[in-house]
């Protein structure tokens, strides 16, 4: 029995030490959720004008609420076809904070609620589902912010 313990506790080192020499060079901050859209030809206004009418405000509801701490636009200069001219991105506490949480959607189903005037989602939906036709999703990626930690 003690020889599995001093082996297990050997793999754990092995698992855990690249992790543990990371944290020697930096603080964990917040992450960002970044979700890249392009916008298709002729309609980048009409997408800032949704942006600034439905996106802007709840999403300055959820911060006051402490669902999010913060969120920007990003605006890119393509370089090919394919690439992304907006960026979308939300900052979260951390990982754990992009877990679902029953409670968080229920707030943020009440923020819709209240700034299109109806619960009623399929209505939203209607309101909303403009946008689909004026931007292509290109993908999502996460980043983990990090402070650096000055070398002694």
């Excluded at 076809?81 to 960026?87: N, S, T, Y």
């Excluded at 299109?116 to 292509?136: P, S």
Aim: hydrophobic content about 35%; proline content about 4%.
């Amino acid at each position: 029995m003690k020889r599995y313990t001093i082996i297990a506790g050997f793999i754990l080192c092995f698992v855990f030490a690249p992790a543990l020499r990371a944290q020697e060079h930096y603080t964990e901050g917040y992450v960002r959720e970044v979700s890249f859209y392009r916008t298709k030809p002729d309609h980048f206004d009409d997408y800032m004008k949704y942006l600034r009418a439905n996106f802007l405000p709840q999403q300055e509801d959820a911060k006051k609420q402490g669902l999010i701490m913060g969120y920007s636009v990003l605006i890119n200069v393509p370089s090919s076809p394919d690439d992304w001219d907006v960026a979308i991105v939300m900052l979260h506490k951390n990982f754990a904070a992009l877990d679902y949480n029953q409670g968080d959607e229920a707030k943020m189903k009440a923020i819709a609620a209240k700034h299109f005037n109806t619960a009623d989602e399929k209505k939203q939906e209607e309101v909303t589902g403009k946008r689909l036709d004026w931007r292509e999703y290109k993908g999502t990626r996460y980043y983990r912010e990090v402070t650096l930690k000055p070398l002694q």
